[in-house]
């Protein structure tokens, strides 16, 4: 009877270390679960930085893209929106408009006027004069034609904003000039 006894002692101990290889085994599948999810999905905002966005604009190649915001932010992407990376803008102004031309060239619009442009996908942004101090809201182009050369015309654009304010460009962005719009509701 004596070694019947300490039998059911060993099967304890069996099954007690039998519940703890198990709920180790439990817990290490369970970070795993978590580990996996945390790839599928990346927090975005504030990376790289925590300024309000104000406008997103991918090239046709929807690969590559450009959001602009507070502060002047101004991020860059190349892999569709994966990753982000600052580019400096040379003004503390918002930015709230924006218009991707192709992969390399894009212009920003904001607060006081503020036209910048880029022809080399973001290396350097050029700020540009527009005459005007009205916040500009939002900037959009033509499609460009061929010219009689057979090479692209230079962009027509225009940009809109406060008090009615509208201003034109005919060559891509890099000069502009007022227009008159009837009215001075904002735009």
Same mark, same amino acid.
């Given at each position: 009877?004596?070694a019947?006894?300490?039998?059911p002692?060993?099967?304890?101990?069996?099954?007690?270390?039998?519940?703890?290889a198990?709920?180790?085994?439990?817990?290490?599948?369970?970070g795993?679960?978590?580990?996996?999810?945390?790839?599928?999905?990346l927090?975005?905002n504030?990376?790289p930085?925590?300024n309000?966005?104000?406008?997103?604009?991918?090239?046709?190649?929807?690969?590559?893209?450009?959001?602009v915001g507070?502060?002047?932010?101004?991020?860059?992407?190349?892999?569709?929106?994966?990753?982000?990376e600052?580019?400096?803008?040379?003004?503390?102004?918002?930015?709230?408009?924006?218009?991707?031309? &192709? !992969?390399?060239?894009a212009? *920003? +619009?904001g $607060?006081?006027? @503020?036209v910048l442009? =880029? /022809?080399? #996908?973001?290396?350097? %942004?050029?700020?540009?004069?527009t005459?005007?101090?009205?916040?500009?809201?939002s900037?959009?182009?033509?499609?460009?034609a061929?010219?009689t050369?057979?090479?692209d &015309? !230079?962009a027509?654009?225009? *940009? +809109?904003? $406060?008090?009615g @304010?509208i201003?034109? =460009? /005919?060559d #891509?962005?890099?000069? %502009?000039?007022?227009?008159?719009s009837?009215?001075?509701?904002?735009?």
């Amino acid at each position: 009877m004596h070694a019947h006894a300490a039998r059911p002692r060993r099967t304890r101990a069996g099954r007690s270390l039998l519940c703890f290889a198990l709920a180790v085994l439990a817990c290490a599948a369970n970070g795993a679960a978590r580990q996996g999810s945390a790839r599928a999905w990346l927090w975005q905002n504030p990376l790289p930085q925590g300024n309000a966005i104000f406008a997103v604009r991918f090239a046709a190649d929807k690969r590559t893209g450009w959001a602009v915001g507070a502060d002047g932010v101004i991020l860059h992407t190349g892999d569709g929106g994966f990753r982000w990376e600052e580019q400096h803008s040379g003004t503390a102004v918002p930015l709230y408009g924006l218009s991707v031309l &192709d !992969a390399r060239t894009a212009v *920003a +619009v904001g $607060s006081r006027g @503020q036209v910048l442009t =880029t /022809s080399n #996908g973001g290396d350097r %942004w050029a700020a540009r004069e527009t005459g005007v101090k009205d916040h500009l809201f939002s900037v959009a182009f033509a499609p460009a034609a061929k010219g009689t050369s057979g090479q692209d &015309d !230079a962009a027509e654009g225009w *940009a +809109v904003g $406060s008090y009615g @304010q509208i201003i034109k =460009t /005919s060559d #891509g962005g890099r000069t %502009w000039s007022a227009q008159k719009s009837g009215t001075r509701s904002h735009l």
